[in-house]
């Protein structure tokens, strides 16, 4: 049954991914270490399937979706980054708002009025996605096009300290020198 979900999910256009660490306790060791719970779902799909790997390597999530094709909803997990590049764009990122907007949280003691200003359009690029939920795929394209390209383009231009926290922060990579 696994192996059948796990079939049908790889053939959705689009998959949603994040993982939970776990404690493990391993006969003969002593203490405990981290293992991860995978969740991925699918979007014609009215199940999620999870996979178990003992660390989080990019090996697994490799695995997993090895011949998959579609979009992959995914955090800024470093791990992921490979799989993007090695698919020769088979496998396309979309980045998750949710995980920006937490650090945006955390950025509020740091820089209450740039944080807040940045959660606000976020906020609104939800509100956006509220009212297109029900709406069919050409009609949910026209309004983001309509009421979100102002509100990223304010949000990836905004001239601010934060901002470049957030990313290198979300990049998880140190920034390279200037030449």
């Keep these: 049954l696994y192996e059948r979900q796990k079939e049908l999910l790889l053939k959705s256009p689009v998959l949603w991914t994040d993982d939970t660490p776990v404690t493990l306790l391993a006969d003969g060791l002593k203490g405990c270490r981290q293992g991860r719970f995978w969740t991925y779902i699918g979007e014609e799909h009215p199940y999620s399937v999870y996979d178990f790997t003992e660390s989080r390597a990019r090996d697994g999530p490799a695995k997993f979706l090895a011949g998959f094709q579609g979009y992959l ?10 799989i993007y590049l090695g698919s020769n764009d088979a496998i396309r990122e979309v980045a998750c708002w949710a995980h920006a907007r937490r650090k945006f949280f955390e950025a509020i003691r740091s820089s209450p009025r740039d944080a807040h200003q940045i959660l606000e ?5 939800y509100d956006v996605e509220d009212r297109a939920r029900e709406t069919s795929d050409d009609a949910r394209r026209t309004l983001r096009a309509v009421a979100c390209l102002s509100r990223l383009s304010a949000l990836i231009s905004a001239p601010s300290r934060v901002t470049l926290a957030i990313a290198v922060a979300t990049m998880n990579r140190p920034l390279a020198s200037p030449s």
């Design 73 to 82: 909803h995914a955090d800024a997990y470093g791990g992921y980054d490979h």
């Design 121 to 125: 359009w976020i906020r609104q690029l």
